[in-house]
T-cell receptor
Framework: GQNIDQPTEMTATEGAIVQINCTYQ??????LFWYQQHAGEAPTFLSY????GLEEKGRFSSFLSRSKGYSYLLLKELQMKDSASYLC???????????FGTGTRLQVFP | DVKVTQSSRYLVKRTGEKVFLECVQD?????MFWYRQDPGLGLRLIYF???????EKGDIPEGYSVSREKKERFSLILESASTNQTSMYLC??????????????FGSGTRLTVV
């Protein structure tokens, strides 16, 4: 079956660093995506990994290990506006469907 | 920027009504998708389409149908709305599979309440 796991909720302090983990078991793999979704809004694209390793984009980085079925999203220098849900999604092989985890709700406190 | 527009932000419908949710994208994307999002369940795929007049069932197609008569428009139809279809509905589009390094672009969502 298809399974993507991520923690339901996390909290952190403004200025800190937080790591959101995602583990997946899918029948195929053709890339892993992270999306940010503020309450009541549409998800927006954050990062894409298809090869093992770290992809850095400003304050956000994403890591992938295909052999372990594992990814994480690293958020540095947290800001209040980073309070949102973070969705991990895996693209299946052979088509363009994304399979989503249930999302991690991050709350940043001053 | 790609824009995906969903016709309604909020809808309230009665049980048994036929409901149409419209989605239009303006960047000539081949692929379009309908998801519903519920607390604790994440995004679940209802239907998707890779081309005009083509449709494929997702994970939870029961009670829904779709229509794609033009490339830019993908409609979700609730044949007879029921209260368990109260949810946030998200439309998304993407380039062809070969160009899909950015995944989906989502619409703003339609929050449907069936009473």
């Amino acid at each position: 079956g298809q399974n993507i796991d991520q923690p339901t909720e996390m909290t952190a302090t403004e200025g800190a660093i937080v790591q959101i983990n995602c583990t997946y078991q899918t029948s195929g793999f053709n890339g892993l995506f992270w999306y940010q979704q503020h309450a009541g809004e549409a998800p927006t694209f954050l990062s894409y990994n298809v090869l093992d390793g770290l992809e850095e984009k400003g304050r956000f980085s994403s890591f992938l290990s295909r052999s372990k079925g594992y990814s994480y999203l690293l958020l540095k220098e947290l800001q209040m506006k980073d309070s949102a849900s973070y969705l991990c999604a895996v693209r299946d092989t052979g088509d363009d469907k994304l399979i989503f985890g249930t999302g991690t709700r991050l709350q940043v406190f001053p | 920027d790609v824009k995906v527009t969903q016709s309604s932000r909020y809808l309230v419908k009665r049980t048994g009504e036929k409901v149409f949710l419209e989605c239009v994208q303006d960047m000539d994307h081949e692929n379009m998708f309908w998801y519903r999002q519920d607390p604790g369940l994440g995004l679940r795929l209802i239907y998707f389409s890779y081309d005009v007049k083509m449709k494929e069932k997702g994970d939870i197609p029961e009670g829904y149908s779709v229509s794609r008569e033009k490339k830019e428009r993908f409609s979700l139809i609730l044949e007879s709305a029921s209260t368990n279809q109260t949810s946030m509905y998200l439309c998304a589009s993407s380039l062809s599979r070969e160009q899909g390094t950015y995944g989906y672009t989502f619409g703003s969502g339609t929050r449907l309440t069936v009473v």
